[in-house]
């Protein structure tokens, strides 16, 4: 069982950055792929970034590419997500999520266990 807790959100202007954590309880964080995931106001929540166990491989969805780097600590059990440039279409409540399969995941359904969010908002 993993317990994720978000971090770092709030009001930004465009142009702006914020830095995002997700802090993982457990002893077996460094087995977990992880991944950010958004949802805006009345949008399907959609996948950001995933990064593998070791921080090796990362991958990114267009919206964010180049402007979002997804990062992570395994001795602190946290995993980052530095977001710079921010759009007002970035707007969104951020998730973290975990998932126990080794390899980059992009798909929500494929996540176990999920954070409560964090609500970011970049005015223009």
């Known amino acids: 069982q993993v317990q994720l807790v978000e971090s770092g959100g709030g009001l930004v202007q465009a142009g702006g950055s914020l830095r995002l954590s997700c802090a993982a309880s457990?002893?077996?964080?460094?087995?977990?792929?992880m991944g950010w995931f958004r949802q805006a106001p009345g949008k399907e929540r959609e996948f950001v970034t995933t990064?593998?166990?070791?921080?090796?491989?990362?991958y990114y969805a267009d919206s964010v590419k180049g402007r979002f780097t997804i990062s992570r600590d395994n001795a602190k059990n946290t995993v980052y997500l530095q977001m710079n440039s921010l759009k007002p279409e970035d707007t969104a409540v951020y998730y973290c999520?975990?998932?126990?399969?080794?390899?980059?995941?992009?798909?929500?359904?494929?996540?176990?266990?999920w954070g409560q969010g964090t609500q970011v908002t970049v005015s223009s």
């Open positions: 999520a975990a998932t126990r399969l080794a390899v980059l995941v992009t798909t929500l359904s494929e996540y176990e266990y």
């Open positions: 457990g002893r077996t964080f460094s087995r977990y792929t």
């Open positions: 990064i593998n166990w070791s921080g090796g491989s990362t």
